[in-house]
């Protein structure tokens, strides 16, 4: 199973961010760019990648742990920006306003535990994003700076995370198709 670990986001703060992403996609039409279906936004804490039996109990326990740990807490999605650079846009996403504090603990809880279980660490910083496209060909730099001009002043939404979720993922020609596997709620 190709897995990771997510928050979810509420239906309010996903329909904000879709109105965003359907005037980038006007503006960008015709242009090599896969774009996240709303149903899918999500903001990843941790991804896996293929695990066996095995990896998915030990995923689960770490889970269980952090969840055990860990108090709900709200973030504040505002703002765009693209990985690596406006240069060579790939992915283009919406972030997290300060203090992004509690979702990197969540996240660095969550990784300690996998890694106190043998999973091998993760080789990227945690960067707190909602991932809006992937574009297959960057256009050019002040096409990707003017769908800034999309965003509006105020945040897109205000999200209590109350519980992270195991997600599955499952690649298909037409984009990913993504299943919760379990939901684990923040009790500490
Ligand atoms: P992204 O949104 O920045 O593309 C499922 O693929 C989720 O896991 C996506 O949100 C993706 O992040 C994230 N992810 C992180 N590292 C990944 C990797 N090496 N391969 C695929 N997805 C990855």
């Known amino acids: 199973m190709r897995l990771f670990f997510a928050v979810l986001l509420d239906d309010q703060t ?3 961010i879709a ?3 359907q005037a980038m996609k006007r ?26 039996e095995e990896g998915l109990k030990q995923a689960l326990e770490a889970a ?26 790939r992915v283009l996403w919406v972030g997290v306003e300060e203090p992004v504090e509690p979702l ?8 300690r535990e996998l890694q106190r279980r ?25 096409v990707i700076q003017s769908l800034m001009d999309y965003l509006p002043k105020e945040p897109l939404g205000a999200v209590e995370v109350r519980s992270f979720v195991l997600m599955q993922s499952i690649l298909r020609p037409d984009g990913s198709l993504y ?8 009790s500490g």
């Open 27 to 52: 503006a960008l039409a015709g242009q090599r760019i896969s774009w996240v279906k709303p149903e899918n936004l999500h903001l990843t804490l941790r991804f896996l990648g293929e695990l066996d």
């Open 14 to 16: 996903r329909q904000h």
């Open 118 to 142: 043998a999973f091998p660490p993760e080789d990227k910083p945690f960067r707190s994003h909602i991932t809006l496209a992937r574009i297959k060909e960057p256009p050019p730099a002040q």
């Open 19 to 21: 109105l965003v992403q």
């Open 104 to 111: 990197f603990q969540l996240a660095h809880h969550l990784e």
């Open 179 to 186: 299943t919760p596997v379990q939901e684990f709620l923040l």
């Open 64 to 89: 269980q742990v952090v969840a055990r740990q860990r108090a709900p807490f709200r973030f504040v999605a505002r703002g765009a920006g693209v990985f690596p650079d406006m240069r060579r846009a």
